[in-house]
């Protein structure tokens, strides 16, 4: 069993720069990939950015790329998104997930065994 719990979210100008974790309990961490996805308001939860188990593969959305690093420590079991210039659009729920599949496919959600309870982040302009 692993729990997900997020938090870094915040209020932000345009511009600026948040930095989430996503923090898992349990000795498994390194075993799974993460993956963080937003939802806002009327909008379908989309995919953000994701890590592989060892960290050495990444993969962005086209809409946080050059902006955003994703980067995780398993020893202290925790993932990272580090976001910058950041735009009113980026204004959504901020979820991580994690997954024990077999392959790095982050974008395909059935693939996923936990979430977390969400992070909320607002950009304003």
């Known amino acids: 069993q692993v729990q997900l719990v997020e938090s870094g979210g915040g209020l932000v100008q345009a511009g600026g720069s948040l930095r989430l974790s996503c923090a898992a309990s349990g000795r498994t961490f390194s075993t799974y990939f993460v993956t963080w996805f937003r939802q806002a308001p009327g909008k379908e939860r989309e995919f953000v950015a994701a890590?592989?188990?060892?960290?050495?593969?990444?993969d962005y959305a086209d809409s946080v790329k050059g902006r955003s690093t994703i980067s995780r420590d398993n020893a202290k079991n925790t993932v990272y998104l580090e976001m910058n210039s950041l735009k009113p659009e980026d204004t959504a729920v901020y979820y991580c997930?994690?997954?024990?599949?077999?392959?790095?496919?982050?974008?395909?959600?059935?693939?996923?065994?936990?979430w977390g309870q969400g992070t909320q982040v607002t950009v304003s302009s």
């Open positions: 890590i592989s188990l060892s960290g050495l593969s990444t």
């Open positions: 997930a994690a997954s024990q599949a077999r392959y790095f496919i982050p974008r395909e959600r059935d693939l996923y065994n936990y």
